[in-house]
């Protein structure tokens, strides 16, 4: 069983930079995957960039250029660095990881850290 607690979120002027930390309560080197969601008032939560266990990555098109995913196993760490930030980036963002076992597939969030991005 994995726990996900996120960190780092904030308030940014428009072109400002964050860095989003999610902990994990065990090792991460065996999860399948792992990735930010995020989740503003009035839309659906939508996947902002993902890492997998041999270090494939995928971004949004609307963060590719701006934001960067990375992992650190020995901090069982994973982070979001996000910079040039926009007013729509404004959201809550999640950290999910993915696994598999005989039962399926299984995904562990974190509660969530706020970002707010003024104009």
């Known amino acids: 069983q994995v726990q996900l607690v996120e960190s780092g979120g904030g308030l940014v002027h428009s072109g400002g930079s964050l860095r989003l930390s999610c902990a994990a309560s065990?090792?991460?080197?065996?999860?399948?995957?792992m990735g930010w969601y995020r989740h503003a008032p009035g839309n659906q939560r939508e996947l902002v960039a993902k890492?997998?266990?041999?270090?494939?990555?995928n971004y949004a098109d609307v963060v590719k250029r701006r934001f960067g995913i990375s992992r650190d196993n020995a901090k069982n760490t994973l982070y979001l660095q996000m910079n040039s930030l926009k007013p729509e980036d404004t959201a809550v963002y999640y950290c999910?990881?993915?696994?598999?076992?005989?039962?399926?597939?299984?995904?562990?969030w974190g509660q969530g850290t706020q970002v707010t991005v003024s104009s």
């Open positions: 890492i997998t266990s041999d270090d494939r990555t």
């Open positions: 999910n990881a993915a696994t598999h076992s005989w039962s399926g597939i299984i995904d562990y």
């Open positions: 065990g090792s991460i080197s065996s999860i399948n995957s």
